[in-house]
């Protein structure tokens, strides 16, 4: 009898040993950043930026980068990168944007880049509003589209629950970080744990523009099930846009993705009218019963 209360005990405090650990450990966990000294010179071949730099009303830093497009300007792209790097490499992706003629905006989180400031969920948030706020000081809402990658998709639908830009783009989303994590650590108690739990399915329902969900159906890492659960919760306002094949890091390499973007980005939607369609016929389940 002994022996087992020990064993029990023993697990027990390893259990809570674990928990411990991922509650104060998890940011290294989550985050992957890359630092850039003050002085770093952000340089990318055909592309014109500017760096900015946001103080924020607890003193911390958020620098940032704008790239123009060529030509008359579209509007603006606020693009949410994901949880790796700095925008030095993110950068690179802008092209996409630019090329239909989008100002691009991208940021680097707390502890990424040249960006300052002890990070929280909360924090972040509140970064990327007054982010958003300079950005609608120039531009009205109406030629504002909220891009979220992986991560990012997180913070983009919760800013765009709260505002109300153009539209809403959503890379290879999650349903919540808590479900990601899980997958992960099914024994573990996540929902007390997390402190950037991201649930972007509760803050997509009040999401009021149009929202884009594009995600490669061989995605390892975030299923593309859970784009198809996202995709049910604001249906009248939500697109899927599946890229066979495509796996979390290289929905860029697909020739469909750039078809995706032209079309969410150039055409305007139509307004079907419903009644002039099979929307009201029902298939019969009675089968019809031969004449003898």
């Not at 802008?94 to 991208?106: I, L, S, W």
């Amino acid at each position: 009898m002994a022996y087992w209360i020990s064993t029990i005990v023993t697990i027990l405090i390893i259990y809570i040993a674990i928990s411990i650990a991922l509650y104060y450990l998890q940011d290294y966990m989550l985050f992957k950043p890359e630092k850039l000294p003050k002085d770093f010179q952000f340089d990318y071949e055909n592309q014109v930026t500017k760096e900015y730099n946001l103080e924020t009303r607890d003193g911390a830093i958020i620098n940032g980068l704008r790239f123009f497009p060529k030509g008359e300007s579209k509007g603006v792209v606020l693009y949410l990168k994901g949880n790796s790097k700095s925008i030095k490499g993110w950068g690179k992706f802008a092209v996409d944007f630019t090329r239909h003629g989008y100002n691009v905006f991208m940021v680097d989180y707390r502890g990424f880049g040249k960006s300052t400031g002890r990070r929280s969920q909360k924090a972040i948030k509140r970064d990327l509003q007054v982010v958003y706020n300079k950005i609608k000081e120039k531009t009205s809402e109406n030629h504002i589209i909220l891009y979220g990658r992986s991560l990012g998709s997180g913070f983009a639908t919760k800013l765009a629950s709260t505002n109300h830009p153009k539209m809403l783009i959503l890379d290879a989303p999650y349903y919540s970080l808590t479900k990601v994590t899980a997958r992960y650590m099914p024994f573990m108690p996540l929902s007390l744990l997390i402190k950037y739990p991201l649930p972007t399915y509760k803050w997509l329902k009040y999401v009021q523009c149009p929202i884009h969900i594009i995600h490669g159906t061989d995605d390892k890492l975030i299923p593309f099930k859970s784009s198809v659960k996202l995709s049910q919760i604001n249906p009248k306002l939500t697109k899927l846009h599946s890229v066979i094949g495509g796996g979390h890091k290289n929905l860029n390499n697909y020739e469909s993705y750039h078809k995706m973007l032209d079309d969410i980005l150039n055409r305007e939607p139509k307004t079907i009218d419903l009644e002039s369609t099979s929307i009201n016929v029902i298939h019969s389940s009675k089968k019809t019963k031969k004449k003898t």
